[in-house]
């Protein structure tokens, strides 16, 4: 009896039951990956982020298609632990560490979800841009933790 296709197929299983690595963004399916705050489908990658928590399992990535959705899960789930936390720069489209970045507000700026808020790495990106759009920049706490 070969015993390779079962190994294989054990193997997968395992590595599918692992969860999510923090060290690497998670994988979002544009049209298909639903949010996990809002449920609506993430379909705009300038605006899809994740918080990855510790787990039963390992970690598990929530996604997100905005910012505040991100912002509202974590709030109503104050015991989970968070590992990491992902974004994508609104201009590159690279994922970065949001609260290694700089967000820029205007209430002109149209959101999946309302934060009018898009993200960036670089600071002077943030900078240029709201300069352009006639916004402010703040940081990740001022965006997270607003008061």
């Given at each position: 009896m070969n015993?390779?296709?079962i190994l294989a197929a054990g193997a997968l299983w395992l590595a599918g039951c692992a969860g999510e690595s923090p060290d690497q963004p998670p994988t979002v399916y544009l049209g298909e990956s639903v949010c996990a705050h809002c449920n609506m489908i993430i379909s705009d990658e300038r605006f899809a982020c994740a918080t990855v928590v510790r787990g039963p399992r390992g970690p598990e990535a929530h996604l997100f298609d905005d910012f505040n959705c991100q912002r509202d899960?974590?709030?109503?789930h104050p015991d989970a632990e968070i590992i990491a936390r992902w974004a994508h720069d609104y201009e590159t489209g690279a994922w970065f560490h949001p609260e290694e970045g700089w967000f820029v507000r205007s209430e002109d700026l149209v959101t999946p979800m309302g934060s009018q808020m898009v993200l960036f790495k670089d600071e002077q990106a943030a900078r240029e841009y709201a300069a352009r759009m006639g916004a402010?920049?703040?940081t990740f706490r001022d965006a997270h933790d607003p008061g």
């Open positions: 015993l390779r296709p899960f974590e709030r109503s402010v920049v703040v």
